[in-house]
């Protein structure tokens, strides 16, 4: 190709601000709204960023002053727990003093007392007195002779021969007295079992 073939070929190069001002003119100038819609999406997405970090910092506060108020809950629970604790046996003791009390008055009035009859009156008084207090607290007295042998209310000591068919398995003799308290065994009987 020579020379005047390629100017023939060749065009005149796009006046780029003809295109601007014709796209002013028409109103369609591409660069300007791309701009415009970009600066609002970004616009939009910062408030939605600002407002999730609020809500986070808020959920976040909501969180430690729980996690405070379930902190002091614990410690008060426990400190009431071992105040219980310490005063259930106060009030049990303070329960317990007037029958020592009495005790007292008993022996006392028992060293110049000849008769026995009146001092056995008198424990017996006493020891009525402080099986009414116990159950008045819960605690009862297990019945253990003659029933069938139970591992879970009775301790076992002896195991004798039964002297009928229709006694093997069963309590013949209590040693030591168990109870309950409130329906759970405080201390087991102290039995023995026929074989």
Do not use: C, W
Not at 61 to 70: P, V, W
Not at 114 to 119: G, L, N
Not at 151 to 162: M, R, T, W
Request: net charge negative; hydrophobic share 35%.
């Amino acid at each position: 190709m020579n020379e005047k073939e390629y100017k023939e070929t060749e065009q005149e190069p796009i006046d780029d601000r003809t295109l601007e001002e014709n796209a002013v003119i028409d109103g369609d100038y591409a660069g300007d709204s791309e701009d415009t819609q970009a600066e609002q999406e970004v616009n939009t997405l910062e408030n939605q960023l600002a407002d999730l970090q609020a809500q986070v910092e808020k959920e976040k506060k909501e969180y430690l002053f729980l996690a405070a108020e379930f902190d002091n809950y614990r410690k008060r629970t426990l400190k009431e727990k071992a105040e219980i604790i310490k005063n259930g046996g106060e009030n049990v003791l303070k329960g317990i003093l007037p029958i020592v009390d009495d005790f007292e008055r008993g022996l006392k009035a028992a060293e110049g007392e000849s008769d026995a009859k009146s001092v056995l009156e008198g424990m017996t008084l006493i020891y009525n007195k402080l099986v009414k207090y116990l159950e008045s607290m819960g605690v009862k007295e297990m019945t253990s002779t003659g029933e069938e042998f139970n591992s879970d209310l009775h301790e076992a000591i002896a195991q004798v021969p039964a002297p009928s068919e229709d006694m093997k398995g069963k309590v013949l003799d209590t040693v030591q007295k168990g109870y309950m308290l409130n329906d759970k065994v405080l201390r087991h009987a102290k039995v023995a079992v026929a074989q």
